[in-house]
């Protein structure tokens, strides 16, 4: 988010006003929306050292205290309104109802706000930018669609259908990785147990052979005198080290973009990235042109559901040539992001004016090749596991027995 400063116009006098935004586009739109008067100028400018400091402070408590909203819930609520709205029942009512409703707490309260802003007389889209970060920049754009054409709850149940399809995305890529993920913390916790409690009792017969040992065993010894002597260290380090990286990562983007370009280029994780991304960011995109929104517009709302920073600079730049008046084909083929398959569709259907269908037709393709990585997901790591399997039973295998075998040839030699 950047600072912005607005001078506007109020009762024949000048004043400054101050608030965060995503770009100027987005910061003319705010403002419009925030302050009564004539707005002047809008210009980025450093934020102040003291809103810094009480940024960073609300930011570190509201992450203690802040509930998020479940997916489910939100997607529920969204139906609910979609169901009523085309019922009849006024927005209002409808909000109410489902403010009463929810078992959200959070989504309680901004549905309860949100119907107070309602009665005041403010349009649904204009009460939902107080709460742009809780319900997302998708249902914003959805919901001002709805309102500029006339068919609110079709946008609503258009956009309940995106939110289902995202979050049954999420789900799938977790299902996946739930299977490795299981394997790999009980391989961890057998090979700590058999370190902790299995190798001392060896240990103590190591040490009355008075003989050189094996590579493998001095591993297995200086394992076990790690756990044992610095386990807990070791494991205090180890959360306090993620937990250091992740809010590095969440409160700099330099570090953020430095490790997704650095995951982009990890096996497996890359294509798992690239496809998740464009699938989302396809399925949105689709959707947005479809109901007729400008190809610029649609691109910078879609853009906003990107996360990986190095896709996210790529596809900033599409909306940078589109927005000078360059074709989509052409932003979308010097980007390098996507096939020349892709590029050639996009470029067919510019020519020939069905853009919206080709765009579902890349978007339908992007969910294909995710599903696809995501059902092959387990056989492509369950090599990498059985590698990392047999490393650990090896060295154990290899720690203990060796300095046995060595034994035994040397009482041998001795009996000869």
């Known amino acids: 988010m950047k600072y912005f400063k607005a001078v506007v ?23 419009k929306v925030k302050f009564n008067g004539i707005i002047i100028r809008i210009l980025e400018a450093d934020e102040p050292f003291d809103i810094k400091i009480k940024r960073l402070k609300e930011e570190f408590l509201g992450n203690i205290k802040k509930k998020k909203i479940k997916q489910d819930a939100l997607i529920a609520a969204i139906r609910q309104l979609a169901v009523m709205t085309n019922a009849g029942i006024s927005i209002n009512d409808s909000l109410q109802e489902i403010a009463n409703s929810t078992q959200d707490e959070n989504l309680q309260k901004i549905f309860s706000k949100l119907a107070e802003d309602i009665n ?54 977790k299902k996946a990785m739930a299977y490795p993920r299981n394997v790999m913390i009980a391989m961890a916790i057998a090979f700590t147990i058999l370190i902790s409690y299995v190798v001392p009792k060896f240990k103590e017969m190591f040490d009355k ?23 807990l260290y070791v494991l205090a380090g180890l959360f306090i080290s993620i937990a250091l990286f992740r809010y590095i990562i969440h409160h700099s983007e330099d570090v953020r973009f430095k490790w ?10 890359k294509d798992l990235l690239m496809y998740s991304t464009l699938s989302r960011f396809t399925l949105v ?36 040539a589109v927005e000078k008046g360059d074709t989509l084909y052409n932003g979308l083929d010097n980007s390098g992001l996507f096939e020349n398959m892709i590029v050639q569709m996009v470029r067919a259907g510019e ?6 269908a080709m765009v579902q037709k890349v978007s339908e393709y992007y969910k294909m090749r995710f599903d696809a990585i995501i059902d092959g997901l387990s056989e492509a790591i369950e090599p990498i ?11 154990l295998a290899l720690g203990i027995f060796l300095p046995m075998w060595d034994m035994g040839n040397a009482v041998q030699k001795g009996m000869h």
């Open 385 to 395: 596991m059985l590698l990392i399997i047999a490393a650990m039973v090896l060295l």
């Open 351 to 356: 020519d020939s004016g069905t853009l919206d």
């Open 9 to 31: 116009l109020k009762q024949g006098k000048k004043q400054e006003f101050g608030f965060y935004a995503d770009n100027k586009t987005e910061a003319n739109k705010i403002a």
């Open 260 to 269: 997704h370009q650095f995951l982009l280029k990890t096996y497996l994780i």
């Open 120 to 173: 005041a007389g403010h349009s649904l889209s204009n009460a939902m930018e107080n709460f742009r970060f809780e319900l997302g920049n998708l249902t914003l754009a959805m919901v001002n669609l709805g309102e500029r054409t006339g068919n609110l709850d079709e946008a609503l149940y258009s956009l309940a259908d995106m939110l289902e399809e995202i979050r049954a995305n999420i789900i799938k890529f």
């Open 285 to 320: 995109f689709s959707a947005l042109v479809h109901a007729g929104i400008p190809i610029a517009e649609a691109l910078d709302t879609s853009i906003k559901m990107v996360d990986v920073l190095p896709l996210k600079q790529k596809l900033l730049a599409v909306r940078a």
């Open 209 to 231: 052979l008075h003989v050189e040992l094996p590579l493998p065993t001095k591993i297995l010894l200086f394992l076990e005198h790690l756990f044992n002597t610095y386990g």
